[in-house]
C-alpha cells in the first residue's frame, strides 16, 4: 500500500498529523486561560499553549500548500469536521485537574521534542526548518511538565494521587504516538517524517526516570486506543472543534 | 498600551515623512543608488520599534535578517510570537512613509532566531528598560538594583521570550529574557 500514495499525498498527511496535534494541544490548554491555581501557572499554560498554535500555523499552512486546492492553515483548522482530523488521541483528552493536564503535557512533550529532534534532518526543507525552530520551545514544555511530574507525585497525599490518576487516564493513548502505519511508514522512507521506532526506547527511558524521581510506579499497560491518525477520534474532538470553530463557522469570513 | 506606544510611534515616523515634503514622494529606491537604498532601509528599520518591548528596535532584537535593495527578510522570535504580525505591519508602515513601498518583506523561519542575536546596544536598552537581558549566568542581575542574588519565579513571563525572576536584595520582581 505504500507504494501506492503519492509523495503529495504523504507530505499533506504528515503535515496534518503534525499540525492537529498542536493545534488541539493548544486549544486545550487555552481553556486553562484564567482558571489555573496561579498567576504563574495560568501564563506557563498559555505560553505553551501559544507556542503550539504557532507551531500548528506553520504545519497547517505548509499542509494547504501541499494539498495545492487553496485551502491555508486557517481553511484546515476551522473549516473541518472531526473526521477529518489526524490529531493523536492524547491531545484531546480533557484537561481534568492540574495533575491529569501535566500529566498529558509530560508525555506528549517528551515524544514531540525527540519527534522534532529528528524532524529537523527531514528531507523537507519547511519541516524541518519549523522542527528545528519549535523544538527549543518544546524542550520548555519537556522541562516545565516533567518538574510538575516530579513535584506533585512527590508531593502530599493528595497531589501523588492525582498525579497517578492523570498518568493512569493517558496512559493508553501513548502507544499511538509510536504507531507506524501506512503513511508514517512512508514518509519515514522517504526522509519526510521520522522513525518513531527510532526513539521509543529513549522515550520509555526518560518518562521512566522522571517517574522514578516522582517516586510513582508507570502505570499498567493497558489495551492501546489507536485511529486518531485516521480520523477515528473520541466523544471529546467534536467538543472542541464545537468551541475553536464557533465563530468562523457563525460568520464566515470575518475580518477585524 | 504597548500597541498605542508602537502606533505613536509609527505615526511620528509617518509625521516625519510628511515633513520632509515632496522629498519622501520621490521613492529613494529609484534615485539613490544600492548601498544608499540599503543603508537606508537599515536606518528606518532601527527606528521600528518592537511592540512589546518598544525601547528596542527589530533591528536590535535581531528579527532582520537580511536587507537587500528589493526586500527585507525577518524571522520570528518564537513560532507562536503573536507580535509576529504586528511587527511585520510596522515595518511595512516604517517602510511606505520613508518612501520605500516597493520593497517586500520575506519571512524566513530558518535559521531558528537565537537571543544571541539580540545587540549589545539591545541588551544595554534592555536593561534600562528593567528587563534582565539574556546571559547564560546561573542568576540574572537585578536591572532594578544591580544585585545578583536573584531567584526564577516562573519559567514562563508575560511574553513567551521572557521569564519571571525576583530580587532577594530588593525583593523587586522583573523579567529576564530567556536564553533562547
Not at chain 1, 499525498?9 to 486553562?32: A, C, K
Not at chain 1, 515524544?111 to 524532524?119: I, K, N, S, V
Not at chain 1, 524542550?139 to 510538575?148: N, P, T
Amino acid at each position: 500500500m505504500a507504494e501506492l500514495l503519492s509523495d503529495d499525498q504523504v507530505l499533506f498527511e504528515t503535515l496534518l498529523r503534525l499540525g492537529d496535534d498542536s493545534l488541539i494541544l493548544g486549544q486545550r490548554l487555552g481553556e486553562w486561560c484564567g482558571h489555573a491555581p496561579s498567576v504563574e501557572v495560568d501564563l506557563s499554560l498559555a505560553n505553551m499553549g501559544l507556542d503550539l498554535i504557532g507551531q500548528a500555523t506553520h504545519f497547517l499552512n505548509a499542509a494547504g500548500a501541499a494539498e495545492g486546492r487553496g485551502r491555508d492553515g486557517d481553511a484546515l483548522a476551522f473549516r473541518r469536521d472531526v473526521l477529518d482530523f489526524r490529531n493523536c488521541w492524547l491531545v484531546e483528552q480533557p484537561n481534568g485537574d492540574f495533575a491529569q493536564t501535566m500529566a498529558r503535557q509530560f508525555l506528549f512533550s517528551t515524544w514531540q521534542e525527540m519527534l522534532f529532534g529528528h524532524l529537523e534532518g527531514s528531507s523537507d526543507a519547511t519541516i524541518a526548518a519549523i522542527a528545528a525552530k519549535a523544538v527549543k520551545e518544546v524542550r520548555y514544555h519537556a522541562e516545565l511538565s516533567a518538574e510538575w511530574v516530579i513535584r506533585l507525585g512527590d508531593g502530599t497525599e493528595e497531589s501523588r494521587r492525582r498525579m497517578a490518576a492523570g498518568l493512569d487516564w493517558h496512559w493508553r493513548f501513548v502507544p499511538e504516538l509510536f504507531e507506524m502505519d501506512a503513511i508514517a511508514t512512508a514518509a519515514a522512507g522517504r526522509g519526510i517524517g521520522a522513525d518513531a521506532a527510532a526513539f521509543r526506547d529513549d522515550y520509555d527511558a526518560r518518562i521512566r526516570a522522571v517517574l522514578a524521581e516522582a517516586t510513582l510506579d508507570a502505570p499498567a499497560d493497558q489495551r492501546p486506543i489507536l485511529g486518531g491518525r485516521r480520523g477515528h477520534h473520541g466523544e471529546h474532538l467534536g467538543h472542541i472543534l464545537a468551541v475553536m470553530q464557533y465563530l468562523p463557522r457563525t460568520y464566515p469570513d470575518a475580518t477585524w | 498600551m504597548v500597541s498605542a506606544i508602537a502606533s505613536e510611534a509609527i505615526r511620528s515616523s509617518r509625521a516625519k515623512s510628511r515633513g520632509a515634503g515632496t522629498e519622501s514622494e520621490r521613492r529613494p529606491s529609484a534615485t539613490l543608488g544600492t548601498n544608499e537604498v540599503v543603508a537606508g532601509i537599515w536606518t528606518v528599520l532601527a527606528n521600528v520599534p518592537d511592540p512589546e518591548i518598544p525601547v528596542v528596535s527589530v533591528v536590535d532584537l535581531g528579527i532582520v535578517r537580511d536587507v537587500r535593495p528589493d526586500r527585507v527578510t525577518i524571522t520570528p522570535t518564537y513560532t507562536g510570537c503573536p507580535a509576529t504580525l504586528v511587527i511585520e505591519q510596522g515595518i511595512r508602515a516604517a517602510l511606505n512613509a520613508a518612501g520605500f513601498r516597493d520593497v517586500a518583506i520575506e519571512t524566513v523561519l530558518s535559521p531558528p532566531w537565537t537571543t544571541e542575536w539580540i545587540s549589545e546596544a539591545g541588551k544595554a536598552k534592555l536593561h534600562a528598560y528593567g528587563v534582565a537581558p539574556p546571559s547564560f549566568a546561573p542568576t540574572a542581575t537585578c536591572p532594578q538594583c544591580g544585585s545578583t542574588s536573584t531567584e526564577e519565579l516562573s519559567r514562563f513571563g508575560s511574553t513567551p521570550c521572557k521569564a519571571q525572576w525576583r530580587c532577594r536584595d530588593c525583593l523587586e520582581p522583573f523579567d529576564r529574557f530567556k536564553c533562547h
